[in-house]
């Protein structure tokens, strides 16, 4: 089936202030970008707002509160977080797209939300990082409570820890949270030793970098430490928090992903879908701050996705030392 991308021109109405660097810019190239040439079979679907319902699984009572309370303002919610007076509509959109492409792949249709803001740092009562709700979450819930799945595996290979979805999650075994992520950095959560708690312990896995990795590193983090893992866990459904600012351009970070690389990653979650969960993906936009990489990243992505086979990843660098000690953590007590 052809992947749907699901996105709303009223994304560009998230103002959240001059040089912020998630401007609207990163989806008018998006849009601009994939309209002029196109992937051959994508098609293009409506985003829709995520409902309250929805919301109030990812999200307490007065986070919701906080959020209406700002609609129809610029506020600033936190250092790095701003709103304009279309922000909070904005991001109930971003969240129901999320939930649109895993109804997609729900139905057996791999899809993309390409959404902003992005939503990996919100935690349950707190906005952060430019994030005012977690769309990922929001949509691992959907899916859980359709009751078609009951384990979803998360993958986030964002430059940045995805706290948010991370803290929602790590008390429960039926989502698996798989990170690679620049470390020590922002948000300063992530570190190797944290693998959930409770019924989750070992459902979180982080796999901390340090700056400079490319392709062969994030590629050999998903080989080495999630596939034996996917292998344990058996997901239903794939989710991919995908994050652009791991390229090796992105204002914001300091690794050397190229395009090429995340056409290797998203080969990778792809194939841990077919193996099981019977192609079950959808990929959420998160970071990614250089219009070139964001747009040509997404596109290889797509390409992927429609049945493009990435070109063969180069040997790890300087990260391999970083997996190898997150393979021997993660590894299953004997």
Not at 223 to 241: E, G, T
Not at 287 to 302: I, K, P, S
């Amino acid at each position: 089936m052809p992947t749907r991308l699901y996105s709303d021109v009223q994304m560009l109405d998230h103002q959240p202030g001059d040089g912020h660097p998630e401007r609207p810019a990163r989806i008018a190239a998006l849009l601009s970008g994939l309209r002029e040439r196109p992937v051959p079979g994508v098609s293009w679907h409506t985003a829709r707002e995520a409902t309250h319902e929805e919301l109030l699984r990812a999200h307490a009572p007065r986070h919701l509160r906080l959020l209406q309370a700002a609609e129809g303002q610029s506020v600033s919610l936190d250092p790095d977080t701003h709103t304009s007076p279309d922000s909070v509509q904005v991001a109930r959109l971003a969240a129901g797209a999320t939930i649109q492409a895993v109804e997609s792949a729900l139905a057996g249709t791999p899809a993309f939300a390409l959404v902003r803001p992005p939503g990996h740092h919100a935690e349950r009562d707190r906005v952060m990082g430019f994030c005012l709700i977690n769309n990922v979450v929001a949509a691992a819930e959907a899916a859980l409570a359709s009751g078609l799945v009951e384990r979803v595996l998360i993958l986030d290979w964002d430059l940045h820890h995805g706290n948010g979805t991370q803290r929602h999650f790590e008390g429960r075994d039926d989502v698996l949270f798989f990170s690679t992520h620049r470390f020590p950095f922002y948000p300063g959560t992530g570190a190797l030793h944290e693998r959930g708690h409770g019924a989750g312990e070992g459902h979180t896995i982080n796999v901390p970098l340090p700056s400079g990795v490319g392709d062969g590193d994030l590629r050999l983090a998903i080989d080495a430490v999630l596939r034996p893992a996917a292998d344990r866990f058996r997901p239903q459904l794939v989710l991919v928090s995908a994050g652009f600012d791991p390229y090796h351009e992105d204002p914001l970070g300091d690794m050397r992903v190229s395009i090429e690389g995340f056409a290797s990653l998203c080969d990778a979650a792809l194939d841990i879908a077919r193996t099981h969960a019977q192609g079950r993906i959808a990929l959420t936009l998160e970071g990614g701050y250089n219009l070139t990489g964001l747009t040509e990243g997404v596109r290889a992505c797509l390409e992927v996705l429609e049945g493009a086979t990435p070109p063969p990843t180069p040997a790890p660098g300087r990260g391999e030392r970083a997996v190898m000690e997150a393979m021997r953590a993660h590894a299953p007590l004997s």
